[in-house]
């Protein structure tokens, strides 16, 4: 399972990135009003220019077919690696239909059921992202959606990928990581709880001080400074 990176904040971005672990960055226009008013062009040409040739999903606002075909016509100009992103309803599948014939890549957004997924593949979407913490949030199991989803891809062969979004919290990528999910697109904070682990921590510490306790402040790599090492 592929990550990339839920958010608008180029910080994080870039972070994430330098950390050789994302490959794309989804987008909304929430997220991106989290970061004020901005030049939204090229903030998403600046994204785009980060993760490249990672894919970048940007959201239209569009509410009609016509709208939103125009509106994705001018994204896709803004840079190679860019996807629009396409609410899961039926003016989003007349515009799925439309776009991808013309190589635009759609993610199939605000997804929520099987049903939605399967006309959103059928018309063509790159992606499709079921939003599982908004599912859970109203009692339902937006885990399952992702599996249902994740298997109709599978069993058909299509070359679709289903992205598990709405991530809350880093038990979400454990399981989307067992529905099959092919990416899941993560909250910076979601990214950086999931390599926590105190274990690891003790561990490291601990290690530090066994090779101490005998080797005194001697090193594996002489030419190295002590800044590295962890002091008790
Ligand atoms: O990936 C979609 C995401 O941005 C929505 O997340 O937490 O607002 O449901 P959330």
Known sequence: MRLFLDTANIDHIRHGVELGVISGVTTN????????????QQLVKEIC???FPGPVSTEVLSQDAPGMIAEAREIAKWADNIVVKIPANLEGVKATSVLSKENIKVNFTLCFSLNQALLG?????????????????????GMKVVLDIAQFLCYYQ???????????????????????????????????????????????????????????????????????????
């Not at 226009?29 to 939204?40: F, I, T």
């Not at 593949?121 to 199991?141: C, K, M, N």
């Not at 697109?185 to 921590?201: C, E, K």
């Open 158 to 232: 299509l070359s679709t990928q289903v992205i598990a979004a709405s991530i809350r919290h880093p038990q979400h990528c454990i399981m989307a990581a067992k529905a099959g999910a092919h990416i899941a697109t993560v909250p910076y904070r979601v990214l950086l709880q999931m390599i926590q682990h105190p274990l690891t921590d003790i561990g490291v510490k601990r290690f530090i001080q066994d090779w101490r306790t005998v080797m005194g402040e001697e090193k594996i790599v002489p030419t190295m400074k002590n800044s590295t090492l962890v002091r008790s």
């Open 121 to 141: 593949a059928a018309a063509g979407a790159t992606f499709i992202s079921p939003f599982v913490g908004r599912l859970d949030d109203i009692g339902e199991d």
């Open 29 to 40: 226009p929430s997220l991106v009003s989290r970061e004020g008013k901005v030049n939204y």
């Open 49 to 51: 220019s980060i993760v």
